[in-house]
């Protein structure tokens, strides 16, 4: 049974290559960036777009995470690479999995713009993008209609050993340890429904094969105040804030309706924040 995980050089990527290889499935790791090699693992270092009709025969499962994955990135010519790396390789990844052979696609909770009024989003909710990249990611799930087989996850947010630098608890963690304040968007009332990046991963293995969306979190919300309390428990620090406006396409709260999720899986991923942090800890990324 061997898999093929696009974008394994990446925050989750490298969690889902190092549960599929320690369930036993041999692994064919594809990314443009270098990522290292381990038994059971064969590593292709491309660009998804420059693949020849026919990398993926031989594949037994397809997960896509490879994409462009920061919403607050406001660098030129972050519109074409939202597009060419959400939409265009996802694009190529439906043309490339041969008919039959299972392909979880990863979308993100962004396309629903939100929870409103705390109440948590549904897979039968209307999408509503905002910003570029829930845009991308809208385009990209347009992209998979004609594949009704198609498994579409929408994870919220994944936290863990390893987390993207760009991404709030990695800039919290690092500033808590420079003595700097944390930078706070909006409110410390917003809230965010945090995955374990490993629950995660194994949440992939058990759902690809199920046809159509599913949202990927826990149903529980996290206030920004308690995120940092356990980045100052686990570092020690104590903490000041820089409470500034959030961006307009910032959603207020994020929360998943876990129902569709837990019937597929039969379990819930539940996040343990100080666990988590504590692991993050462990493992931080710099920036590039
Ligand atoms: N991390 C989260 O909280 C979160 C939440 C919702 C959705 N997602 C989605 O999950 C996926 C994985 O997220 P992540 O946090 O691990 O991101 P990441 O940026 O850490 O990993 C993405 C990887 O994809 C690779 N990649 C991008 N375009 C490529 C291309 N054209 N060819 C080859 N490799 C390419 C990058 O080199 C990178 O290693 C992304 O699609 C992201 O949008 C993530």
Same mark, same amino acid.
Not at 54 to 76: E, I, K, M, N
Not at 117 to 145: F, M, N, Q, W
């Given at each position: 049974m061997t898999s093929i995980v696009t974008g394994a050089a990446g925050f989750i990527g490298r969690a889902l290559t190092s549960a599929l290889l @320690?369930?036993?499935? %041999?692994?064919?790791?594809?990314?443009?960036?270098?990522?290292?090699?381990? %038994?059971?693992? =064969?590593?292709?270092?491309?660009?998804?777009?420059?693949?020849?009709?026919?990398?993926?025969?031989? @594949?037994?499962?397809?997960?896509?995470?490879?994409?462009?994955?920061?919403?607050?990135?406001?660098?030129?010519?972050?519109?074409?690479?939202?597009?060419?790396?959400?939409?265009?390789?996802?694009?190529?990844?439906?043309?490339? =999995? %041969?008919?039959?052979? &299972?392909?979880?696609?990863?979308?993100?909770?962004?396309?629903?713009?939100? @929870?409103?009024?705390?109440?948590?989003?549904?897979?039968?909710? &209307?999408?509503?993008?905002?910003?570029?990249?829930?845009?991308?990611?809208?385009?990209?799930?347009?992209?998979?209609?004609?594949?009704?087989?198609? =498994?579409?996850?929408?994870?919220?947010?994944?936290?863990?050993?390893?987390?993207?630098?760009d991404m709030a608890l990695s800039i919290w963690l690092r500033a808590a340890q420079e003595g700097r304040p944390l930078r706070m968007l909006g409110s410390l009332d917003r809230t965010r429904d945090v995955t374990d990046v490993r629950q995660a991963a194994r949440a992939m293995i058990e759902l690809i094969g199920a046809p159509g969306i599913v949202n990927l979190g826990t149903g529980r919300g996290h206030t920004l105040r308690a995120m940092a309390e356990a980045v100052a428990t686990v570092t020690g620090a104590c903490l000041t804030f820089d409470v500034v406006p959030a961006p307009p396409d910032e959603p207020g709260d994020s929360l998943a309706d876990t129902r569709r999720l837990h019937s597929l899986l039969g379990w819930t991923p539940r996040t343990d924040l100080l666990d988590l942090v504590r692991r993050q800890q462990l493992l931080t990324c710099s920036p590039p």
């Open positions: @320690a369930s036993g499935s %041999p692994v064919v790791a594809i990314d443009r960036l270098a990522v290292e090699e381990r %038994p059971g693992l =064969t590593v292709l270092t491309a660009d998804l777009l420059d693949l020849e009709p026919g990398a993926f025969s031989g @594949a037994d499962a397809v997960y896509h995470l490879a994409g462009c994955a920061g919403v607050r990135d406001t660098d030129p010519g972050i519109a074409w690479r939202r597009h060419r790396d959400n939409v265009l390789a996802g694009a190529r990844v439906l043309a490339l =999995t %041969p008919p039959g052979v &299972p392909l979880l696609i990863t979308s993100s909770s962004s396309v629903y713009g939100g @929870a409103s009024h705390g109440r948590p989003s549904a897979e039968s909710d &209307p999408v509503r993008p905002i910003g570029g990249y829930a845009t991308s990611k809208a385009a990209l799930e347009r992209l998979c209609l004609d594949r009704p087989d198609v =498994t579409i996850v929408r994870p919220f947010t994944v936290a863990g050993e390893g987390q993207r630098p």
